[in-house]
């Protein structure tokens, strides 16, 4: 099972459900404090979005990634560790897998394994950090995250509406900080803050949450909810000016159809960046540290 796109699933499943919740009262505008406007700023970088993508494409990079299961409030099931060097394609990435490494609890004792093929990859635990850990760099995704986390670019944009916070100065740059949620307030969806480069106009941090909870039917009659799910990034400007995600990480409990609940612990850092061409072959980027 493909767990982030069942994810997603129950999020269209809930919207359903939450369709015939009453309409929130429209709030009263409220006047901007700077001279641009919060949809302004994100149009901005919208369009920096979209012509990052085929800047991302010279680069090759190392993805670093841990994820780990565990019962809720309890004990630690299975984790995993593992190095990709990444090359952007024309329509996504590639990945190579490096090394790997874990442990996982059986018959009252942890087990290690390095390499592949990795064991017990067929349970319950083993099936959901595997999923979690190709899944979150989608490989039809140009920056080695999953493409649908975070409106950015202009496609993105579209459904959301934006709330101009403030702004204010983080290591040494000023940055825009930003509030965003669907625009239909009975969507779930994503919502969250960014804090945008104002000289660049490009992410510098940015993390969500479901734009609201998991319809209360749904919860009861499916037994299935996502508390606590969110997603928090930190992009990084290369020398060149071009701006990648970092670091991605993410806690949350998974409860589905009764029988699965676990807590989830996902992490991922993109380092030692590389200009390269598209046509290259896999650049081994060197000994994993």
Do not use: C
């Not at 505008?29 to 800047?55: C, F, G, H, K, W």
């Not at 779930?188 to 000289?199: K, R």
Request: charged share 30%.
């Amino acid at each position: 099972m493909l767990i982030l796109r069942f994810v997603g699933f129950l999020l269209v499943a809930a919207v359903s459900f939450a369709q015939s919740a009453p309409p929130e009262q429209a709030k009263e505008p409220e006047q901007a404090t700077t001279q641009l406007t919060a949809d302004e700023i994100m149009a901005r970088v919208a369009a920096n979005q979209d012509r990052s993508e085929a800047l991302r494409k010279q680069y090759v990079y190392r993805q670093h990634t841990h994820v780990l299961s565990r019962k809720p409030k309890g004990r630690l099931l299975r984790e995993e560790t593992a190095d990709y060097d990444v090359v952007p394609t024309a329509d996504g990435t590639q990945k190579e897998l490096r090394t790997i490494i874990g442990r996982y609890w059986t018959k009252g004792k942890y087990e290690t394994f390095e390499g592949e093929p990795v064991p017990e990859a067929d349970s319950l635990d083993g099936s959901l950090i595997h999923d979690f850990r190709e899944d979150l760099s989608n490989e039809k995704s140009k920056d080695g995250l999953a493409k649908d986390l975070f409106p950015l670019t202009t496609e993105g944009q579209k459904d959301y509406e934006f709330k101009l916070l403030g702004q204010e100065m983080q290591a040494g740059r000023s940055v825009y900080h930003i509030g965003f949620r669907p625009k239909d307030k009975n969507d779930i969806s994503w919502a969250g803050e960014a804090y945008i480069d104002a000289a660049e106009f490009q992410p510098v941090h940015v993390f969500t949450k479901l734009s609201r909870r998991i319809p209360f039917a749904v919860r009861t009659f499916l037994g299935t909810d996502l508390p606590g799910i969110g997603f928090n990034v930190v992009y990084k400007r290369q020398e060149d000016g071009v701006w990648f995600p970092a670091t991605f990480g993410t806690e949350f409990r998974i409860h589905v159809l009764f029988f699965i609940n676990r807590e989830m612990t996902v992490s991922l850092e993109n380092t030692g960046f590389q200009r390269t061409h598209v046509e290259s072959k896999m650049k081994v980027i060197g000994p994993v540290e």
